[in-house]
């Protein structure tokens, strides 16, 4: 697979905050996260980039920042709240927010990473970790990160914790053929997979440990079996392929800087501003990758730092996710 240039890449939109999370669908549209200082949510983009945000009005706390998040069949969304009130929440089409798990196991949810609706309606919630603020999870050693199962939306009290011990949990999908949660971990520098059972999870398996300079954040499958990851710091996306070997398919940093920051995360030292050493550049800091177009072939990437998405074409297409047709 060949290298892309920046000159490769496209962009849509502007005057995007944070558009972390990406969401396309068979007929078009494009979601991405929109903490927009009226009040967070997110925002559709038209084919020519113009921003239809959809903020919450009413209901949401007063920290609500849109982190990840999945599209639901009657057009709502459910969101995780990045804000350390946390909790997983749902926007509805009229901007009402109103919450969807806000406690565990008679604990409050803190900082919430990512909500996946599967195709069954069983939703997947990743929490990186019980820390606030979450930066004292920075730490290759520290793994409080768990990923919650929850069985409908509107049943909070299905909820339970299915993973833990997990080295600051990102994003979790379950993949295209069923089978199997992954899920990114941060600062494990994993990607990780439990086989679905009728109790919930089985064993972890580990399916990468993540090359020198990858901090792994959001991740897509493809077509081909493939996961495709987002790394936050050094602007890298990385094609998984199905053995396990990984490729650098796009890169925007200073190799120097990424070096000296997977120093300081060797020896224990890493910290936020490690983290955000690609804010400044084209990439922006990016931290989720996802495919659409009409052959599922163009890539968009959400980021922590820019106005807009990245696009580019990708040699191979991305799997049809579950919200794929609504």
């Given at each position: 697979m060949t290298m892309l240039s920046l000159d490769d890449l496209g962009y849509l939109g502007t005057g995007l905050k944070r558009p972390e999370c990406v969401a396309c669908t068979a007929a078009g549209a494009i979601w991405v996260s929109h903490a927009s200082p009226t009040g967070?949510?997110?925002a559709r983009l038209d084919a020519?980039?113009?921003?239809?945000?959809l903020l919450a009005t009413t209901g949401a706390p007063d920290d609500f920042t849109p982190n990840g998040w999945s599209m639901a069949p009657d057009g709502s969304f459910l969101i995780a709240n990045l804000g350390e009130s946390g909790g997983a929440w749902r926007l509805r089409a009229d901007g009402v927010c109103e919450p969807v798990l806000t406690e565990i196991d008679g604990l409050r949810l803190p900082s919430?990473?990512?909500?996946?609706?599967?195709?069954?309606?069983?939703?997947w919630i990743s929490v990186s970790t019980w820390r606030a603020p979450r930066d004292r999870a920075f730490h290759r050693d520290v793994a409080d990160g768990f990923v919650i199962r929850?069985?409908?939306?509107?049943?909070?009290a299905s909820a339970r914790i299915v993973a833990d011990g997990l080295g600051y949990a990102n994003e979790v999908k379950i993949d295209p053929s069923g089978a199997y949660l992954y899920a990114n971990e941060t600062m494990a520098?994993?990607?990780?997979r439990w086989k679905l059972t009728a109790r919930g999870l089985g064993r972890r398996e580990t399916v990468a440990e993540y090359g020198d300079g990858i901090i792994p954040d959001?991740?897509?499958?493809?077509?081909e079996g493939g996961v495709w990851c987002a790394s936050v710091m050094s602007n890298r996306v990385v094609r998984v392929a199905p053995d396990g070997s990984q490729t650098v398919v796009l890169e925007d940093c200073d190799p120097a800087a990424v070096?000296?920051?997977?120093?300081?995360?060797?020896?224990?030292?890493?910290?936020r501003a490690d983290m955000n050493i690609g804010a400044g550049r084209r990439l922006a800091n990016i931290a989720s990758i996802t495919f659409g177009g009409p052959d599922l072939k163009t890539a968009y990437l959400g980021s922590l730092a820019g106005d807009r998405l990245v696009t580019f074409t990708s040699p191979v297409a991305g799997a049809a996710p579950p919200h794929w047709h609504f």
């Amino acid at each position: 697979m060949t290298m892309l240039s920046l000159d490769d890449l496209g962009y849509l939109g502007t005057g995007l905050k944070r558009p972390e999370c990406v969401a396309c669908t068979a007929a078009g549209a494009i979601w991405v996260s929109h903490a927009s200082p009226t009040g967070g949510g997110v925002a559709r983009l038209d084919a020519e980039g113009r921003l239809q945000p959809l903020l919450a009005t009413t209901g949401a706390p007063d920290d609500f920042t849109p982190n990840g998040w999945s599209m639901a069949p009657d057009g709502s969304f459910l969101i995780a709240n990045l804000g350390e009130s946390g909790g997983a929440w749902r926007l509805r089409a009229d901007g009402v927010c109103e919450p969807v798990l806000t406690e565990i196991d008679g604990l409050r949810l803190p900082s919430v990473n990512f909500v996946h609706r599967a195709e069954d309606g069983v939703l997947w919630i990743s929490v990186s970790t019980w820390r606030a603020p979450r930066d004292r999870a920075f730490h290759r050693d520290v793994a409080d990160g768990f990923v919650i199962r929850m069985a409908d939306a509107g049943d909070p009290a299905s909820a339970r914790i299915v993973a833990d011990g997990l080295g600051y949990a990102n994003e979790v999908k379950i993949d295209p053929s069923g089978a199997y949660l992954y899920a990114n971990e941060t600062m494990a520098r994993r990607l990780s997979r439990w086989k679905l059972t009728a109790r919930g999870l089985g064993r972890r398996e580990t399916v990468a440990e993540y090359g020198d300079g990858i901090i792994p954040d959001g991740f897509e499958f493809d077509a081909e079996g493939g996961v495709w990851c987002a790394s936050v710091m050094s602007n890298r996306v990385v094609r998984v392929a199905p053995d396990g070997s990984q490729t650098v398919v796009l890169e925007d940093c200073d190799p120097a800087a990424v070096e000296a920051a997977m120093e300081r995360w060797r020896d224990g030292r890493f910290t936020r501003a490690d983290m955000n050493i690609g804010a400044g550049r084209r990439l922006a800091n990016i931290a989720s990758i996802t495919f659409g177009g009409p052959d599922l072939k163009t890539a968009y990437l959400g980021s922590l730092a820019g106005d807009r998405l990245v696009t580019f074409t990708s040699p191979v297409a991305g799997a049809a996710p579950p919200h794929w047709h609504f």
